[in-house]
């Protein structure tokens, strides 16, 4: 969450709180280090295994970003999503879009991915 998720908090009582997007971005730097820490555990143990964290990328461009480069709560249902209400003519629900990479996102992916292959150690 960038900017403490200041767009899906728009509505009192509604969206994420400032201190549940500190939270939930606790949680990833929690889990990037767990992610860093198995893996160095793993090579360790002669596996050529490697982290690649994508948090320094996304540094201002996620959910609330500029630019945001994952989107935020996408109500445009696609074919594959299931409507949490679903009338003959009025559909409604959350995409499971919702929290995932924009084409943009998925860039800033493949370039955290680019920069730890062109260090990986050659064997």
Known sequence: ???????????????????????????????????????????KRGVDVGYANPQ?????????????????????????????VDWPFFTFGTSAQSFHPKIAGARLYADTLEAVLGSWPKT
């Open 56 to 84: 320094a990328f996304f540094y201002g461009k996620a959910v609330c970003g500029d630019p945001e480069t994952i989107h935020g709560i996408v109500t445009d249902l696609t074919t594959s999503d299931k409507p949490q």
């Open 1 to 43: 969450m960038s900017n403490d998720a200041s767009c899906l908090n728009r509505v009192p009582g509604f969206g994420i709180s400032p201190e549940e997007s500190q939270w939930l971005n606790s949680v990833g730097d929690y889990l990037a280090v767990e992610m860093f820490d198995v893996a160095d555990v793993l090579r």
